[in-house]
């Protein structure tokens, strides 16, 4: 079973910085897209950032400009450098891997921005 791991959260305060990591467990046959999601208390998951295999990606709105997802292929690694942090960044982070049939999530990690 393949546990994806988060790392780097924290409490930050308004206009700082954090970076995100999540590491596969072991190496993913055919990773499509790697991400970042977020859930603040009360409301759905979202989209934070995506990456594909050949690199594209795609951001939320509300991110674009101060987040920036990278990933290593060699290590099934994923990450996000978040800048400029607003208070309403606050939410739980959660990497998601996706493969040809299905994909992970990690556990999440808390993000606060306090302002």
């Known amino acids: 079973q393949v546990h994806l791991v988060e790392s780097g959260g924290g409490l930050v305060q308004a206009g700082g910085s954090l970076r995100l990591s999540c590491a596969a467990s072991?190496?993913?046959?055919?990773?499509?897209?790697m991400g970042w999601y977020r859930q603040a208390p009360g409301k759905q998951r979202d989209l934070v950032a995506r990456i594909t295999s050949d690199d594209g990606t795609n951001y939320a709105e509300s991110v674009k400009g101060r987040f920036t997802i990278s990933r290593d292929s060699t290590k099934d690694t994923v990450y996000l450098q978040m800048n400029s942090l607003k208070p309403e960044d606050t939410a739980v982070y959660y990497c998601?891997?996706?493969?040809?049939?299905?994909?992970?999530w990690g556990q999440g990690t808390q993000v606060t921005v306090s302002s």
């Open positions: 998601y891997v996706e493969i040809t049939v299905g994909g992970y």
């Open positions: 072991q190496s993913i046959f055919r990773i499509n897209v």
